[in-house]
T-cell receptor, first 113, second 111 residues
Framework: KAGVTQTPRYLIKTRGQQVTLSCSPISGHRSVSWYQQTPGQGLQFLFEYFSETQRNKGNFPGRFSGRQFSNSRSEMNVSTLELGDSALYLC????????????FGPGTRLTVT | QKEVEQDPGPLSVPEGAIVSLNCTYSNSAFQYFMWYRQYSRKGPELLMYTYSSGNKEDGRFTAQVDKSSKYISLFIRDSQPSDSATYLC???????????FGTGTRLTIIP
């Protein structure tokens, strides 16, 4: 079974621009979570979608948004990029409604200049 | 103060040694406890998860949870160079709620 895939793997953007990241979960998984990973803060939860509904949300500004499609694929969008948004963005999928069993993708490395 | 504290290391041990990795937490509502391993330039990989207190063993890995002390541990027996990675603990209140991660401990096993 194929793992979680994320595209693109690397991205360089300029301050003020917006970016959209994509995640395809493992086949059959209906829950998709997004995390931001930085050296200083570690892994921080952004949001989680289950059956196209946002079920959980972390403490990030409204510039960070996401959505999930009927095929469970998910996208996250960051508008008005700031230098501090430079990070590894990780997507994880879960085979059930419980989130203690999550499978992560390789991440998208976003650099904001 | 962070909800989950984890010593960032780095921790270097010789091959074959027993490794002990630990996390402390402040939220007494946490009931699910996970350990992830992350290799460089990869996403985290789930190693083990436990519910509530007690021990769980899987091969060379043993996870322990002491809810009275708000302390969890991961032990790696007969450590191998391939175990060199960053180890992250994670916790949640309920099964369907978000995970809160520690910052990770970087481990190096020296051949």
């Amino acid at each position: 079974k194929a793992g979680v895939t994320q595209t693109p793997r690397y991205l360089i953007k300029t301050r003020g621009q917006q970016v959209t990241l994509s995640c395809s979960p493992i086949s059959g998984h209906r829950s998709v979570s997004w995390y931001q990973q930085t050296p200083g803060q570690g892994l921080q939860f952004l949001f989680e979608y289950f059956s196209e509904t946002q079920r959980n949300k972390g403490n990030f500004p409204g510039r960070f948004s996401g959505r999930q499609f009927s095929n469970s694929r998910s996208e996250m969008n960051v508008s008005t990029l700031e230098l501090g948004d430079s990070a590894l963005y990780l997507c994880a999928s879960s085979p059930q409604t419980d989130l203690y069993e999550q499978y992560f993708g390789p991440g998208t490395r976003l650099t904001v200049t | 103060q962070k909800e989950v504290e984890q010593d960032p290391g780095p921790l270097s041990v010789p091959e074959g040694a027993i490794v002990s990795l630990n996390c402390t937490y402040s939220n007494s509502a946490f009931q699910y406890f996970m350990w992830y391993r992350q290799y460089s330039r990869k996403g985290p990989e789930l190693l083990m998860y436990t519910y509530s207190s007690g021990n769980k063993e899987d091969g060379r890995f043993t996870a322990q949870v002491d809810k009275s002390s708000k302390y969890i541990s991961l032990f790696i027996r007969d450590s191998q160079p391939s175990d060199s990675a960053t180890y992250l603990c994670a916790m949640s209140n309920f099964g369907n709620e978000k995970l809160t991660f520690g910052t990770g401990t970087r481990l190096t096993i020296i051949p």
